[in-house]
């Protein structure tokens, strides 16, 4: 029985007049619009008067109609499980009774709605919207056709997991054969539904779709001339999909199939081209790549070096004929949200240090305020593959191209040629070289171009090749290159400002202390943009600073340097409010500042300290209110907890033992005991680095909670969270070298005590003591461990190996000391005898044996 509704006309006309009112431009009379609407849901029937506007109420305008619907859509989201059942059935019912409405805003209003009510769970209890909407297809109607394979094409995109699986008795092996025969039909509209649905399918290998894979490829194939750039872009899009999880059908069509997407990457229309470059991109992981494009090369490069220029759309959003823009501030949306990386500790073999995980951010990544990605990016993203994939065997085919552009009389076209430099930079580096003498001063000459977009380009391109730059003289490229560079950073355009402090930061990693002659003149400019920089530079200013105290180190710690620098970070620090976002990269800078100075810094340590444990405490109390009430609490940001921790291990590890008082005046280690314990792993990786800083910087704070910290220290040894795992490893073996530190202390205070223990510590601390550095803290040690052996010498005879080992890692030890070692050594070889001694002595690995016998004449 079919459900029957009329609308009460008072009610009609009162929702009529808010559809209305919500399209006013005045946000006063929208805000009192949505909270009427908010309160109308209180009425069991209101979502029955959206249905009706949306499809009975043919005499209203479309976009009035459309607006019900999409009211309907989001009460649909927020609400579907209370509606009444025969609402729900009444708007279902509608919905398909006006899937092919002769408005295509209407069409796609109710197709939405249908989408959004099948991906509430709700494919399963409308059984028959999949069937109905399929032999819709079939209408003599062409709304209707279009309209059901709107709604269709929305469902696979939304639904495609439970498309494929049991739950529905798998409709897609009636779907997919049916779609397929919609390729040749006459509507180009239709046949780019039809494709688009079957795309659904492709990635994740469909059993259903593999059954005709085949005649899906066939099909593709036909299609390849269509005149619809819609369907040209849909076909593009399939068949580099299938280069990902169907090679294997591909192969025999492979040539014909590289000729065709040559032509469409020079599609009249862009989205089609852009469709297609994907291609390269996607066969150049493939491990057949090499062959099957080698006798494409001489057509495919040009292509791509020539999508690599500015498009006349580019330029004009790029505002590229904009040259000054310094004093405009920048609008918020530009901002793109950023990413901290965590601190990762890693033991490396020459020293305890600390080594940040490499993370290769230079991208092609130029204009970043169009679309994020355009065929230019991809075209020069497809030539860097392709040059990792041929190296220099690519060159013969780029550089007479090169040639031509790096030196045109018009910007476009030089421009586009500085970015193939630097797109081949990596792949073709060694290739390059004989070049290179030539061409960076050329490029450093481009740095004063008078058009900024290439400018900017200039410095992305020359800092891929800074490594080759610092290998040579540093009066020769490093230091023309560096003065350009720096001017750059002041560049009146805030393209070319971005461009040149990424590259410089660039720079600054591979050169790392050829900087430290040029400290005041870099810090000089560096500060002056303080002054100068808009919002979004001014956060990469803070990661070239941050790169420079980690590349220069301790020879930022000047007290002239640290008059420039520290003056400006601050007061833009005293500035930020505990909410803002930009403390992060401040925060960071910071850190590595702090790390760097060392000393230098404590002046400044208080406050910055004060405020990381604030910012942590804040966090902590905001995620257990949050968790008691989530309606009435909102969930922190963890990232200011987390930059916060990982600048409190900066400053442990620049100020050592100085940390001390602060960390006596602070809560800092039960705030620590609960970070150790979040849910969020990066939470967790930056706590056990600050652990593992703490340990090594004032022990004494550390050491009464130890017994707390380890257990939950064991329990995070998962390599499922590497980083995490890593950072938790490393903080027990900071700690098991301080306890061993105590423990050979003590039995250098009170030998008689300790010494009869000697055989149930002296492997373990051993191993422990052989990883550190030669200092005074390992010295006393071994001083105790030395009293204890001679108190107690049976103690360390089953263990003797690992104390020979032990005493080797020392590098020079004071003499005293090394008399102690070689009295143990030739008292032990004594009282074995020299056969045993010899057969002992045989087992040790071949370094140890060498250096026994050079340092300590056994």
Aim: hydrophobic share 40%.
């Amino acid at each position: 029985m079919e459900y029957e509704w009329k609308p009460d006309e008072q009610g009609l006309q009162q929702i009529l007049q808010l559809l209305k009112e919500s399209q006013s431009p005045d946000t006063t009379i929208q805000r009192t619009v949505q909270q009427k609407l908010e309160q109308l849901n209180q009425y069991p029937d209101f979502n029955n008067y959206l249905i009706f506007v949306l499809t009975k109420l043919k005499s209203e305008d479309e976009p009035t109609r459309s607006l019900s619907g999409l009211i309907l859509k989001n009460n649909v989201k927020a609400h579907f499980q209370n509606f009444p059942n025969g609402v729900t059935d009444f708007i279902k019912s509608e919905c398909l009774n006006n899937i092919g409405d002769s408005s295509p805003l209407i069409r796609a209003t109710v197709g939405i709605l249908i989408t959004t009510i099948a991906s509430k769970g709700e494919l399963q209890n409308w059984p028959d919207l999949l069937p109905k909407l399929c032999s819709l297809l079939d209408s003599e109607d062409y709304n209707t056709c279009e309209g059901a394979f709107g709604a269709l094409q929305k469902i696979c995109e939304d639904s495609a997991e439970i498309l494929d699986s049991d739950v529905l008795d798998r409709p897609l092996n009636i779907m997919i054969p049916k779609f397929l025969q919609f390729f040749k039909h006459s509507s180009p509209k239709i046949r780019s539904h039809a494709v688009a649905c079957v795309n659904q399918f492709i990635i994740s290998r469909t059993q259903a779709l593999m059954l005709h894979i085949d005649s899906f490829i066939e099909n593709l194939f036909a299609l390849a001339g269509d005149e619809e750039p819609e369907v040209r872009k849909n076909v593009c899009r399939a068949l580099v999909m299938l280069l990902e999880v169907r090679m294997d059908r591909l192969l025999p069509h492979m040539h014909n199939i590289v000729e065709y997407m040559l032509q469409r990457t020079q599609d009249q229309d862009e989205n089609v081209a852009l469709e297609a470059c994907e291609f390269w991109l996607t066969l150049a992981e493939q491990p057949i790549c090499k062959d099957v494009l080698v006798r494409h090369l001489p057509k495919l490069i040009p292509v791509l070096v020539n999508g690599m220029k500015y498009s006349d759309i580019d330029i004009i959003l790029l505002k590229g004929d904009v040259e000054e823009d310094e004093t405009i501030p920048d609008s918020e949306q530009d901002i793109r949200p950023r990413f901290h990386r965590s601190r990762t500790v890693a033991q490396q073999h020459d020293e305890d240090g600390i080594e940040e995980e490499d993370d290769d951010d230079d991208e092609i990544d130029d204009d970043d305020t169009i679309s994020d990605w355009n065929l230019r990016k991809c075209s020069a993203a497809a030539l860097d593959v392709l040059a990792n994939v041929y190296r220099d065997e690519l060159l013969p085919h780029i550089l007479p191209l090169l040639k031509e552009l790096l030196f045109h009389h018009e910007w476009v076209v030089k421009e586009s040629g500085i970015l193939v430099l630097g797109a081949i930079a990596e792949g073709c580096m060694q290739g390059m070289i004989p070049y290179l003498p030539e061409l960076i001063p050329h490029l450093i000459q481009c740095l004063s171009d008078k058009k900024a977009l290439v400018r900017s380009i200039t410095c992305w391109t020359l800092s891929r090749y800074a490594h080759w730059v610092v290998s040579q003289p540093p009066d020769t490229y490093l230091k023309p290159l560096m003065t350009e560079l720096l001017k750059r950073i002041l560049d009146s355009n805030k393209r070319v400002q971005e461009a040149a402090c990424s590259a410089f930061a660039t720079l600054e990693e591979e050169a790392c202390t050829e900087l430290v002659p040029y400290l005041a003149y870099i810090l000089d400019t560096l500060v002056f943009a303080f002054s100068k920089y808009q919002h979004k530079n001014l956060l990469i200013l803070y990661d070239a600073i941050g790169t420079l105290a980690d590349s220069v180190g301790h020879h930022l710690n000047k007290p002239e340097y640290i008059q420039m620098l520290m003056p400006p970070l601050i007061q833009k620090w005293n500035m930020l409010k505990d909410e803002d976002k930009d403390l992060f990269p401040l925060l960071e800078c910071l850190s590595s500042v702090a790390t760097a100075l060392q000393s230098g810094f404590l002046p400044y340590c208080e406050p910055v300290y004060q405020r990381c444990v604030n910012l942590v405490q804040k966090t902590l109390a905001q995620a257990m209110l949050n968790n008691a009430q989530p309606d009435q609490y909102e969930a922190p940001d963890k990232d200011f907890m987390i930059v916060a921790l990982d600048l409190l291990s900066g400053l442990a590890e620049g100020l050592g033992g100085n940390i001390e008082q602060l960390v006596a005046r602070s809560n800092i280690l039960t705030l620590m005991y609960q970070c150790m314990q979040d849910k969020m792993p990066e939470v967790r990786q930056s706590s056990f680095a600050l652990l593992g800083d703490l340990t090594k910087a004032c022990f004494q704070h550390v050491k009464p909670c130890i017994a707390d910290f380890m257990p939950i220290l064991g329990t995070n040894l998962n390599p499922e969270f590497i980083s995490v795992c890593n950072n938790a490893t490393w903080a027990i073996g900071e700690i098991s070298i301080q306890m061993a530190i105590t423990i050979g202390r003590l039995g250098y205070v009170c030998p008689q005590e300790v010494a009869p223990m000697l055989q149930q510590f002296i492997r373990p601390w051993c191993t422990s003591l052989r990883n550190i550095r030669d200092n005074e803290e390992k010295d006393s040690a071994f001083r105790g461990i030395c009293t204890m052996i001679s108190v107690n010498p049976s103690g360390v005879i089953q263990d003797f190996i690992f104390f020979c080992d032990a005493v080797a890692s020392w590098i020079n030890p004071k003499d005293d000391l090394r008399d102690m070692f070689c009295k143990i050594l030739h008292g032990f070889k004594n009282q074995v005898g020299d056969e045993n001694w010899r057969r002992f002595s045989d087992q040790f690995p071949l370094p140890l044996k060498e250096r026994l016998a050079a340092f300590y004449g056994v």
